[in-house]
């Protein structure tokens, strides 16, 4: 079964950075779109960045010229790379993988999420 597993958040002062990654675990799968996602205390989840297996790359408008998501396949992991953090991007990071798992028959399709690393910006 696949898995996510996030890491690398924490507190960072304004206009710091800090870099969370996404690993994927399993048996016998491969991963076609990644995604980081965000979700603040009395807000929904909202998209942040996402990324294709090819590596093209979306971006929140509020992120953007800040941020950069990045993957290694050979890894089966994703990073967010976060510059000039704001305290308005204080929230849990959640990562997103969609593929397929080859390990059951027929083949699966999964859309899994990580378990979300907490990002607090505050001086």
């Known amino acids: 079964q696949v898995q996510l597993v996030e890491s690398g958040g924490g507190l960072v002062q304004p206009g710091g950075s800090l870099r969370v990654s996404c690993a994927a675990s399993?048996?016998?799968?491969?991963?076609?779109?990644m995604g980081w996602y965000r979700q603040a205390p009395g807000n929904q989840r909202e998209v942040v960045a996402t990324?294709?297996?090819?590596?093209?790359?979306n971006y929140a408008e509020s992120v953007k010229g800040r941020f950069t998501i990045s993957r290694d396949n050979a890894k089966n992991t994703m990073y967010l790379q976060m510059n000039s953090l704001k305290p308005e991007d204080t929230a849990v990071y959640y990562c997103n993988a969609v593929g397929t798992d080859f390990s059951s028959r027929p083949y699966r399709r999964f859309n899994l999420w990580g378990q979300g690393t907490q990002v607090t910006v505050s001086s």
């Open positions: 399993g048996n016998a799968f491969s991963i076609d779109d």
């Open positions: 990324i294709s297996r090819g590596g093209l790359t």
